[in-house]
C-alpha cells in the first residue's frame, strides 16, 4: 500500500477549481498552492508532501501520469498510465528496482553498525 493510498481521507482532494484551464495554467495554479520548499533545518511532514502528490496528480493524471509514494520507504514512483485501460505502461522506477533497494536497505542495517 502506498501512502497516497492510505492517506486518502486524511489530505482529501483538491479544493482548486481546475476544469476550465489548460494544462500549463493547471500546474501553475497548483504550484502556487504548494507549501514552500523544504530546507534541511525545517523537512516536510510527510502530511504535507502527501498533500502536494495528490495535488499534482489532480492536474497530470488525465494525461496518463501518476505520481505516488511508497511506504515503506518515502520514495516517489512515477508511473505512466494507459488511459482508456487504466494499466500501468511503465513505472520508474520499477517494482523490481523498488525491491532491491529495499532490500538493500535490509541489508545495510546488519552489515554496518551506526555509532554516534
Known amino acids: 500500500m502506498t501512502l497516497l493510498q492510505s492517506s ?16 500549463s495554467q493547471r500546474v501553475e495554479r497548483v504550484l502556487e498552492q504548494l507549501p514552500p520548499a523544504a530546507t ?3 523537512p516536510a511532514s510527510m502530511e504535507t508532501l502527501v498533500k502536494a502528490v ?15 509514494i511508497q511506504q515503506k520507504s518515502a520514495k516517489i514512483v512515477t508511473r505512466i498510465i494507459d488511459r482508456e485501460t487504466g494499466t500501468v ?6 517494482e523490481e528496482v523498488l525491491r532491491i533497494a529495499e532490500r538493500l536497505d535490509e541489508l545495510a542495517g ?4 551506526q555509532k554516534v
Do not use: C, K, M, W
Open 8 to 23: 486518502n481521507n486524511l489530505a482529501g482532494t483538491s479544493e482548486l477549481n481546475l476544469g476550465q484551464l489548460s494544462g
Open 40 to 42: 534541511a533545518e525545517q
Open 110 to 113: 546488519l552489515l554496518l553498525d
Open 89 to 94: 505502461i511503465r513505472q520508474f522506477p520499477s
Open 54 to 68: 495528490q495535488q499534482v496528480n489532480d492536474v497530470v493524471r488525465p494525461y496518463g501520469v501518476e505520481f505516488d
